[in-house]
């Protein structure tokens, strides 16, 4: 069964950064593409930042030039560098397949106080 674990998350003052990783098990993944999700409090989980298996990467509007994605295939890992965070990027942060698959992980939660 496909299986992903977030870690990194925290409290982080604004302007200040997190690394963010998910271990991904249960699946091939050097074959798929990754994402990055997060839903902000009492909002929908929203799309951020896809790694393609040629690790081409693209990012939503409000994060581009402050969040990199990558993955690293031989540890079934993909991480989340975010700087220069916000207040509007407080959510819990989830990976998952891109387009999204029906597994989800517990996430990791990202507060960023205003």
């Known amino acids: 069964q496909v299986q992903f674990v977030e870690s990194g998350g925290g409290l982080v003052q604004p302007g200040g950064s997190l690394r963010l990783s998910c271990a991904a098990s249960g699946m091939t993944f050097s074959m798929h593409t990754m994402g990055w999700y997060r839903q902000p409090p009492g909002k929908q989980r929203e799309w951020v930042a896809t790694i393609t298996t040629s690790s081409y990467t693209d990012y939503v509007d409000s994060v581009k030039g402050r969040f990199t994605i990558s993955r690293d295939n031989a540890k079934n890992t993909v991480d989340l560098q975010m700087n220069s965070l916000k207040p509007e990027d407080t959510a819990v942060y989830y990976c998952?397949?891109?387009?999204?698959?029906?597994?989800w992980g517990q996430g990791t939660q990202v507060t960023v106080p205003s």
């Open positions: 998952n397949q891109a387009p999204r698959g029906p597994y």
